[in-house]
Structures are given as structure tokens and as C-alpha cells.
């Protein structure tokens, strides 16, 4: 994921970080790391536009 952001190529982050954050949630499991890469994927994806 992070070459593909780095070279400005579309990435799965939404796949891969969402259904882990969606798993937890599920579980009641905090998650904040997985939160935080998540969003930080969201902007930097933002703004590569």
C-alpha cells in the first residue's frame, strides 16, 4: 500500500483497513492504530489528486 501511495497509484486501503476496522468493531475491540491508518491513507490519497 504504501508504494502504490507513494508512485500516486490507486491502492486497496479501503479494503484491507476497513474490513479490519469492521471486524473490530464488531468484536467491541478498540482499534485506534487501524484508525489512524485509515485516514491517514484517506488524505494522503486526497492529496495526490
Known amino acids: 500500500m504504501l ?3 507513494l508512485a500516486g497509484k490507486k ?5 484491507i483497513l476497513g474490513d479490519l476496522i469492521g ?3 464488531n468484536e ?3 482499534c ?3 484508525k489512524v491508518a485509515y485516514t491517514h491513507m484517506a ?7
Do not use: A, I
Not at 488524505?43 to 489528486?49: A, F, H, P, W
Open 3 to 5: 508504494r502504490d501511495l
Open 43 to 49: 488524505v494522503e490519497g486526497k492529496n495526490k489528486l
Open 23 to 25: 471486524f473490530t468493531n
Open 32 to 34: 485506534p492504530l487501524l
Open 11 to 15: 491502492n486497496e486501503y479501503q479494503h
Open 28 to 30: 467491541s475491540t478498540d
